[in-house]
């Protein structure tokens, strides 16, 4: 576990931006049981979250067509909450940080690590608009 002082920027990357913090199993399944589109991001404290992933994720949301609902959970921090939420990112392994994109509860799209370390956050924005025009 993180202490809340040091991730508590981190989390603000992405609540400014609108996102909504899943801290518990429950409030994950409420949250996907949700009808439309919907952005989770596992959030983490590591280097490729700061540099790619959240500015990744802001200029994504500068599209034209985005999802309904915006949540994240905290890997580290919010251990049960992340947990589960990558339950619902199966086929997929678990990483951090990770940005999944669901319709009706599905999972449609998926950036795994590997895919966010090394890319400028630009072309994981690309990645994500893209998703966003197919499902959104």
Known sequence: MYPAEIVQPMREELTTLGFEELGTVAAVDE???KPGTALVVVNSVCGCAAANARPGVRLALAHNSTPEHLFTVFAGVDREATDHARTKMIPFPPSSPSIALF???ELVHMI?????EGRPAEMIAENLKAAFSEHC
């Open 103 to 105: 319709k009706d509860g």
């Open 112 to 116: 795994e690590r590997h895919h966010i």
């Open 31 to 33: 949250a996907l049981s």
